[in-house]
C-alpha cells in the first residue's frame, strides 16, 4: 500500500512538474508541447474527456504559433479520444483533420498514422471497401519507412476487417504478423489486444483450446499492465465461446463481469458488443424477455457510434426475440432491417473491391517479404560473426581461466549481497506495513471519538424532549422521539466496542478491580435486556446462587460481558430458555451463559472469538452487529485472569463459559451498597414493532392512495410511514421481502411500492422481479430505497423492473414529489384499464395502453365465454330504465371479478350479456363458467328471499379457437376489437343452452383444448348445425354449475343417459325413450332427458328427419 501510495505521489510530482513547463512562456514551444503531449497521455488513460479538453489546448496554441507538425499532431490527439469513446463520426472528422495537415507537412510518418486511424475508424463504421483501401496505403508508406510501431498497429487492423469478412486465414495470418512485431518492440500495453484478437479467430475456426489459451494470456497481461478495456473484452469473448459450447452459465458469469468493468470505465464500444452476447446466450436459453432488452440496448449504443455490422446483428437477435414472444409481425420488421444491414455491410461489390484491394496490395505483400528475408539474411550474418568471435573468446578463456574462477567468485558474492538487500527491503515493507496497520487503529479509534460528541448530544436532547423540556408532547411524538434515543444509543454501542476494540488491542484499556457481587450484577443486566425479548417466547432464568463468591473484576466491565453474552443469546434465540449459572473452580468462578438457540456450526467454534468473525456469512444481514462483540468479550476477560470457551450443536443451542478470579473478601466484611454500583443502570427503551401509530387520528376522510413499505430497518419504516400518513397516504408496512410478496399475494391492492434494495433474505432486486412477473410497471410502480446510486446499480434496479429510485438520504419534499407523479400516472393507468383491459394490452405485446398503435394485432388460441340472461327482455318490461341499469350493474359487477380471478378478463359488457377471453387454459374458463352460476344461484336465492322476486336463470357457452386481438378504428378514434369466427361459434354455443335448458354448454374444441378436463363433469348432447354456420360442431353440457341435489342426480342416472343418447343417434327412438322415462322417474327436473325423451317419441312415430345424420339444427340464433 506505501508503495502504491509512493509511487502515487511521484507520478503527481512529475505531472506537476511537466505542467509547470507547459505553462511557462519563457521555455521554448517545442519543449513546451513535449511536455503537453506528456500530460495528455497521462490524462488519456485516465480521463478521456478531461484529456480531450487539454488536447484542444495544445491545438490553439500550435495554431497560435504556426507550428504545423504539432498541429497535426493534436489534431490526431482529439480524434484518438473521440474514437476510444466510440463516437466514430466525430473522430473520422478529426482524423481527415490531421490527414490534410500532414501531407501539407509531407510527413510520411504522420500520414502513415493517420491512414491507419481513418481506416481503423471506417471499419468500425462497417465501410469496408474504404477502410482496407486507407490501411493498405498506410501499411504501405509503414513498410518504406521501416516502422515497426506502425507496421504493427496496421496489420492488426487489417485483420480485423478479414476477420469480419469471415477470411479466418488472411486474419491470422496479419494478426500474428502483428503479434510478433509488438513482441520485438517489447511493449506489454499491445500485446493484450493481439492475444484476444488471435483468440477471436482460433474461435472462429471452432478451435476452442488454443482460443482460452490466447484469451487466458491476453487476461494475464491486461492485468499486468492494468488495460481495463483489453481485459473487459477478453472477458466477453470467453462468455461468447462458453455461449458456443453451451455452458451458458460460465459464459453469463464472464459477459456480467465484462459489463460491470465497462459500465465503469464507460466503454461504449465494448459495451454495445457485450451486451449483444449476452443476449445471444439468452436466446440460447430461451429467455426471450432478457434477449429482447439487451439486443435492443445494443442496437441503441450502435446507433449511437454508427456501427453498422453491431446494428445488423443486434436487428438480427431481437428478429429472433421476438419470434420467441410469438410477435411475428416485429420478428419479420426486425429481420428486414437485419438484411438491409446486411447487404449494405456484405454486397457483392465490396467484397470484389476488397478482393482487389487484396490482390493490388500483393506487390507491397512481397516487399514486406523480401525485407524480411533481407533482415534474416542480416541476422545469419551477425550470427556467423559472433559465432567466430565466441571462438576466439574461447581460447581466450582457456587462458584466463584464473580470471574466469574470479569472476565466477564475483558472481556468487554480487547474489549474495543481492539477497541480503531482498531481505532488508521485505523487512522495511513488514514496518511500513505495521505503521499503516498502527495509523488505521488510530484513525478508527479518533474517528469514533469525534463521533460520540454528537451522539451523546442526540441522545440527550432526545430525553431532554420526553422529559417535557418544550412542553408536554402527544403521544405520537414521545414515540417517535422513543425511537431517535434508542438509534442513537445503538449507534453509541457500536462506538464504544470499536473504542474498546481499539483500547485492548494496544493494550491501553485498565480495568478497576474491586469484589463485586455476582448474583446482583447478573440480575440486573438481566433485567435490562427483557425489552429486548419483544415477542419471543424466551424466557430469562437466573440460576446463580445469591451465595456465590464474590468476584475480583471490574464492575462496569462484568456488565459488558455479560450485556454481551446475554445479548447474542437473546438474538440469535426465537423460542427457549436462557439461564444463568455459576459455580466454584479452585481459585476461580465459573459463569456459565447457556441457551436453546440456532447453534454455532463446528467449523466457526474454532474462529467465533476473533474479530468481525460471525457464525455465518448472512449472519451480519440478517442480525447485524459488527463482529467485535465476542472478540471484546475474550479479551476482556483475559484481561481479568479468566478464560473464555463455547460448546454448541446446531439447532439445540450454545453454551459460553468463562472464568473469573474469586476475591479474597468475604461477603460479610464489606458493605452492601459496595457489593454493586447502580450509579450508570437506566432502563432500556426498545422501539416494537406493534407499537404502531393510531392512524386514525390524522387519517383523511377521502379515499387515499395504499402504499406498501418494505424495509428491514423499523426506524426508516417509521419514518417513511410518518411522512405518508401526513400527506393523506394510506400505509402498510412489513419488514421482509417475503413479507412483501405475501401481501400483494392476498389480494390487497396497493397503488405503490416503496422498496429498500440491502433486505436480509430476499432483496429488493429479487422482490422487483418476483412482483414483475404478477404486475407491469404501470399495473404497480416500484420505487427503490438505495444508498447506492452508481450506474451499474441504478441499471441493475430498471432492468429488475423498478420505476424509479430515492438516494438515501432524500429529503421529505422529494419523497413526496416521486410518489405523487408515480400515484397520478398510476391513476391515469387504472382509469383507462376500465375501457382498455390491462390483459388486452399485454395480449397484443404492449406494457401500457399508451404504446398501442392503430392496426397492432396478434393471432392467438383462447377460450370465448358468452353468458346471457335468459327472457332479459320480458324481465326488464317490468322495470323502469333506472331499474334495469341498477340490476345489470348489480349482475355483471358480481361476475367480473370471478372472470379475472380464473386468469380470464371481460372484453365486452353487452348489456345483460358477458363475452370474456381466457388466453391461457380452457379450464380456466370452465371454472370460471362454474363459479359464476354458483355465484347467481346465492344472488337467486337473496332474490326470492328478500325481495320475491322471481330467479334469474343464467346460460353460459364456451368454445375454444385462433382469433385475432387488435386495434381497429381511424385515425380519429381506436376501439379493442377481437375478430374471427371463434367469437361467432362461441356465442352460438351459449345460444343453443336455451333450447336444451342447460346452464353451461361447451363445444368440442373447448373440450380438445384442455390438458386435464378429469375435474369435470360431462354429458354429451350431439352436433348442432346453428343459423349461419355451414358446419356442424359437437357439443357437451357441463354438470358442475347445477345445484348439488341436480349434479348427484345426473351423475347418478349417467350410465344410462349415455346408453339413452346412443340409441337415440343410432335411430333407435323406441329404446331411447324407454331409457329416458327411466331417468325421468329419478329426476323428473332433468330438462335435457326431456328434450330427447320429446324428440324421440316424435320420431319413433314419424321417422328420423329427412337427410338426418345425427346433427340438430337450430333455424335461430
Known sequence: MCLAMHSLTAQNKNLDSLLTVWQDVSVQDTTRLEAAYTIFISQFRQNLDTARVFGKKMLEF??????????????????????????????????????????????????????????????????????????????????????????????????????????????????????????????????????????????????????????????????????????????????????????????????????????????????????????????????????????????????????????????????????????????????????????????????????????????????????IAFHRKQTAQQVAFERDLNTQRIKFYIFLFGGLGLLIFGIIYWRSRQKTQELKKEREIVQRLKQVDQLKDEFLANTSHELRTPLVGIIGLTESLKDGIAGKLPETALENLDMIANSGKRLSHLVNDILDFAKLKNEDLVLSKRPVDLYTVSNIVLQLSRPLLTDKKLKLINSISKEAPLVDADENRLQQILHNLIGNAIKFTKKGYITLLAETKNKMLSISVSDTGMGIPKEKL?????????????????????????????????????????????????????????????????????????????????????????????????????????????????????????????????????????????????????????????????????????????????????AKNTINELVIGFNSGANDYLTKPFSKNELLSRIKTHINLNTIHRATSKFVPSEFVRSVGKESITDIRLGDHIEKNVTVLFSDIRDYTALAEGMTPEQNFKFVNAYVGRMGPIIKENDGFVNQYLGDGIMALFPNKAESALDSAIEMQRTLALYNKRRVKEKGYEPISVGMGLHSGPLIMGIIGDTKRNDPAVIADTVNSGARVEGVTKYYGAKIIISENCLKSMKDASGFNFRYLGKVKVKGKQKAIGIYECIDGDSIKSISLKLETKKDYEKGIHFFFDQQFSEASSIFEKILSKNPKDAIVRYFNTNAKKYAVSGAPKDWESVTVMHEK
Open 62 to 371: 500550435s495554431q497560435e504559433n504556426k507550428n504545423l507538425k504539432w498541429e497535426a499532431t493534436s489534431t490526431r490527439l482529439v480524434g484518438n479520444t473521440y474514437a476510444v469513446q466510440g463516437k466514430l463520426e466525430d473522430a473520422l472528422v478529426w482524423f481527415n483533420r490531421s490527414l490534410v495537415l500532414s501531407q501539407k507537412l509531407e510527413s510520411q510518418k504522420d500520414i502513415a498514422v493517420t491512414l491507419s486511424n481513418i481506416g481503423t475508424i471506417h471499419y468500425e463504421i462497417g465501410n469496408y471497401t474504404q477502410s482496407i483501401s486507407f490501411l493498405l496505403e498506410g501499411l504501405k508508406i509503414s513498410e518504406e519507412l521501416d516502422d515497426k510501431p506502425a507496421l504493427a498497429r496496421v496489420t492488426n487492423n487489417l485483420g480485423n476487417v478479414f476477420i469480419e469478412q469471415k477470411n479466418n486465414e488472411k486474419a491470422l495470418e496479419y494478426y500474428l504478423y502483428s503479434l510478433k512485431l509488438k513482441e520485438e518492440l517489447d511493449n506489454p500495453r499491445s500485446l493484450p489486444a493481439a492475444y484476444n484478437n488471435i483468440a477471436l479467430v482460433y474461435g472462429n475456426q471452432k478451435k476452442y483450446d488454443q482460443a482460452f489459451q490466447y484469451l487466458m494470456k491476453s487476461i494475464e497481461t491486461a492485468e499486468k499492465v492494468d488495460d481495463k478495456i483489453s481485459l473487459t473484452r477478453a472477458y466477453a469473448n470467453i462468455g461468447s465461446l462458453y455461449n458456443e459450447r453451451g455452458d451458458y452459465k460460465k459464459a453469463l458469469d464472464f459477459l456480467n463481469r465484462s459489463l460491470r468493468i465497462k459500465l465503469e470505465i464507460q466503454d461504449n464500444e465494448g459495451l454495445a458488443t457485450t451486451y449483444l452476447y449476452r443476449a445471444k446466450t439468452y436466446l440460447n436459453q430461451k429467455k426471450y424477455q432478457l434477449a429482447k432488452r439487451d439486443c435492443a440496448e445494443s442496437l441503441a449504443r450502435g446507433k449511437e457510434m454508427g456501427a453498422l455490422l453491431v446494428q445488423e446483428e443486434a436487428c438480427e437477435c431481437l428478429s429472433l426475440a421476438w419470434e420467441g414472444l410469438g410477435n411475428t409481425d416485429k420478428s419479420l420488421e426486425f429481420y428486414k432491417r437485419f438484411t438491409m444491414l446486411k447487404d449494405s455491410l456484405f454486397n457483392k461489390n465490396r467484397t470484389e473491391e476488397i478482393t482487389r484491394n487484396e490482390l493490388q496490395y500483393q506487390f507491397e505483400k512481397e516487399q514486406l517479404a523480401d525485407s
Open 606 to 786: 474454532e474462529t467465533i472469538f476473533n474479530s468481525f468473525e460471525q457464525g455465518d456469512g448472512s449472519t451480519q444481514r440478517e442480525y447485524g452487529g459488527t463482529g467485535l462483540g465476542l472478540s471484546v468479550t475474550k479479551q476482556l476477560v483475559e484481561l481479568h485472569g479468566g478464560t473464555i470457551s463455547v460448546t454448541s450443536e446446531e439447532g439445540k443451542g450454545s453454551i459460553f463459559t468463562f472464568t473469573l478470579p474469586r476475591s479474597t473478601q468475604k461477603r460479610e466484611d464489606l458493605k452492601p451498597d459496595l457489593l454493586v454500583s447502580t450509579d450508570f443502570i437506566q432502563p432500556l427503551s426498545t422501539y416494537k414493532e406493534n407499537d404502531v401509530i393510531d392512524k386514525k387520528r390524522i387519517q383523511p376522510e377521502r379515499e387515499a392512495a395504499n402504499i406498501l413499505i418494505v424495509d428491514d430497518e423499523p426506524v426508516n419504516r417509521r419514518v417513511l410511514e410518518n411522512h405518508l400518513t401526513v400527506a393523506g397516504y394510506k400505509v402498510t408496512e412489513v419488514s421482509s421481502g417475503k413479507e412483501a410478496l405475501k401481501s400483494l399475494n392476498d389480494g390487497t391492492s396497493f397503488n405503490l411500492v416503496l422498496l429498500d434494495i440491502m433486505m436480509p433474505g430476499i432483496s429488493g432486486y429479487e422482490v422487483c422481479e418476483e412482483i414483475r412477473k404478477t404486475f407491469t410497471a404501470s399495473d404497480l410502480p416500484i420505487i427503490l430505497l438505495t
